[in-house]
């Protein structure tokens, strides 16, 4: 970094400075590239939608044509239906080719073509239940595939919700309520299928029909009502609601009549289709709407991401125009400071340079035209002055020979008495050493000898500890014991009742097969009550060895439990005996340790006194020695400040410091 240009340099600082603006703008593309990606993933789902939600709208028009013999072109219809499986099947693969199918194209085509190749009246209701329910599970795989569930925008949740699952579970409920009226003109309406389509009935009306208003209805409460197509959604609303209400009704008044005629069922299904045709309207025009709302939402999408890509070009641009301006300025400004430095390397310090703007380089150019007027000041001065130091030093040299000659002669006196007290310490300072030596083994000795007995100490409490503790555990085996005889008690107990319960059992069977036909469900009830004794049996057996195991395995552990309590009673009586032999150690420690540092005080005393004596001494001669050699410094010193003034007075000759006229 030190060896890059300003301008490289101011290069950087711009690139760092925009470094976050550009993280900033980058995250705001993507978020914006990643949402248009997303809606339209969305849209091809809904794409994928249409002809399954068509073909759950027209399969049950081919049925009622075909099997109900309703009005309608059948060859028109089934043509029309192959279609749609068709373009679903191409939808599916380009939009999600990818992605495994929850329910396989081919298990569609092949449902269809077996409905419609079905002969028998059973075949073909079966195969359109499978159908249909085949379809509704995946238009919800689609629904999930494609993102629009996940959708958080509040209208499009709502609107995936009613479209993908309120309004196709209503016409799955739809065709299961048909197909139970089919039951009463193929004479199969037994009262079970009756409640089963006043269940379905009531689902319908109270469960999805509810469901669908609901969705719409808090759409509507969050500004929907300012859409231009509300009213038209709202009479489409209003007529699916309806027409689910109708077909209610009408089928429970035709249940509540005594007699039902062909004719009346007709009128059913015919009801039945106009409720399809509802539901089919409604589910359009909503995934009309949802269209319409998530291709805004992706057209507001590219506008976000058109202008965060306009401003990060501006931002550029505007970046790079200050790089350039700014550099050609700080050339300029490098350019003159150059100049002036050529001349000052050619020894003219007559040159001077002027500001040519305000800001902190002219403020650095202006410095250096001061400093250098200073500067020419101060070369003339030293040139005036070099005579006046250079008969200073002549007179310094003499001053310090004449010193030098005398600290010689002290320096010699001094360094005979330093030698004789530097002996003496050497034996003092040996002789303390060792005193220390012998006090810091005793405390060793002391500290071993406290914590030995400290250790002795815990491990008896210890002992104790783990001789109640065993005492415990040899209590709580036994009470195992006992609560293991007390089991196998209970266990015969139900070892009798699964006999008494075998006995029942078997009587059972007996008066079950001497009822007939009547007596089968009892009989198998019997047989499983006398299955169930003849395992409880076999469990009571195996819980019986178990207990003898476990009870084998508690004498043991009680066996062992009282020699493990022998043993460490023994050990709490050695650790007793051991206490005594600790506490007389302690005590001889402490008396050697207490002798012991007299000693050493005594020896520190007397070391301190020689070493004190010795350092006065010592200092005094350090003090002669440095003195001696300041003043052959100072000699030298003078001789080369001589010297250094001679040269001086040569160099200054060498600068032009006056303008040359």
């Known amino acids: 970094m030190k060896d890059l240009k300003l301008t490289v340099r101011l290069i950087i600082s711009v690139a760092a400075f925009l470094l976050p603006l550009g993280i900033l703008l980058f995250s705001v593309i993507s978020i914006s590239v990643a949402s248009i990606q997303k809606e339209n993933t969305e849209l091809k789902g809904i794409e994928t939608l249409r002809p399954a939600l068509s073909l759950m709208h027209s399969i049950p028009q081919y049925v009622r044509i075909s099997v109900d013999n309703a009005p309608g072109d059948l060859a028109f219809t089934k043509q029309y239906i192959s279609e749609l499986f068709l373009e679903l099947d191409n939808k599916y693969t380009s939009n999600f080719g990818s992605k495994p199918v929850l329910v396989s194209m081919k298990n569609l085509h092949d449902n269809w073509e077996y409905l419609v190749n079905a002969v028998r009246r059973d075949a073909i209701l079966w195969s359109y239940r499978e159908l249909m329910n085949d379809l509704f599970r995946l238009t919800a795989y689609i629904g999930d595939i494609s993102g629009l569930i996940t959708d958080g925008e509040l209208e499009s949740a709502y609107l995936i919700s009613a479209s993908v699952y309120e309004m196709p579970q209503a016409q799955d409920k739809i065709v299961v309520i048909d197909n139970l009226l089919r039951t009463i003109i193929d004479g199969a309406f037994t009262q079970r299928r009756k409640s089963e389509l006043l269940l379905q009935l009531d689902l319908l009306l109270y469960s999805d029909n509810a469901r669908i208003q609901k969705r719409f209805d808090i759409i509507n409460t969050h500004g929907f009502k300012n859409d231009s197509n509300f009213e038209s959604f709202e009479y489409l609303l209003k007529g699916c609601i ?86 050609n300025y700080i050339r300029k400004s490098t350019g003159l400071m150059g100049k002036v430095f050529k001349r000052l390397d050619e020894n003219d310090l007559t040159v001077t340079i002027e500001a040519i703007s305000r800001d902190e380089m002219g403020d650095l150019i202006t410095a250096l035209g001061v400093f250098l007027k200073k500067l020419n000041t101060t070369f003339i001065s030293f040139n005036s002055n070099t005579d006046m130091v250079t008969t200073a030093a002549v007179e310094l040299s003499s001053s310090a020979q004449e010193v030098t000659a005398t600290a010689n002669e002290q320096s010699a006196s001094i360094a005979e008495i330093v030698n004789t007290m530097e002996n003496n310490k050497d034996l003092s300072s040996k002789a303390a050493e060792k005193t220390v030596e012998v006090a810091q083994l005793a405390v060793q000795t002391q500290e071993l000898s406290k914590r030995g007995a400290d250790l002795r100490d815990a491990n008896e409490d210890m002992m104790l500890d783990i001789l109640q503790q065993n005492a415990k555990i040899i209590e709580i085996i036994k009470n195992l014991a006992d609560m293991l005889s007390r089991i196998d008690e209970s266990i015969q107990l139900i070892d009798t009742i699964a006999d008494r319960t075998k006995l029942i059992a078997f009587n059972a069977a007996l008066e079950a097969s001497s009822s007939g036909e009547a007596g089968s469900r009892f009989s198998v009830v019997a047989s499983e009550i006398r299955r169930f004794a003849d395992n409880v049996v076999e469990s009571v057996i195996e819980i019986k060895e178990k207990i003898s195991e476990v009870q084998e395995a508690s004498g043991i552990l009680i066996t062992e439990a009282n020699n493990g309590s022998n043993a460490i009673e023994t050990g709490y009586n050695r650790m007793v005996e051991q206490k005594e032999v600790f506490e007389n150690i302690v005590d001889v420690s402490q008396n050697v340790a207490d002798r012991s540092q007299q000693i050493s005080n005594l020896s520190k005393q007397q070391e301190l006194a020689s070493v004190q004596v010795f350092q006065a001494l010592k200092e005094i001669s350090i003090g002669i020695k440095q003195f001696v050699a300041s003043s052959s410094k100072t000699l030298s010193t003078v001789e080369k400040l001589s010297g250094m003034s001679s040269e001086l007075k040569e160099k200054l000759s060498e600068y032009q410091t006056r303008v040359q006229e």
Request: charged share 15%; net charge negative; aromatic share 10%.
């Open 242 to 327: 309806e027409r689910i209400a109708y077909f209610h009704r009408a089928v429970e008044q035709v249940l509540a009549s005594e007699e039902i005629d062909h004719q009346v069922v007709s009128v059913l299904y015919e009801a039945s289709g106009h409720t399809n045709n509802a539901v089919f309207r409604l589910q359009s025009a909503s995934l009309d709407r949802l269209e319409t709302v998530i291709s805004s939402r992706i057209r507001s999408h590219w506008f976000r991401f058109i202008a965060s890509l306009g401003a990060a070009l501006l931002a550029t641009f505007l970046a790079f125009g200050m790089i350039i301006s700014t550099g």
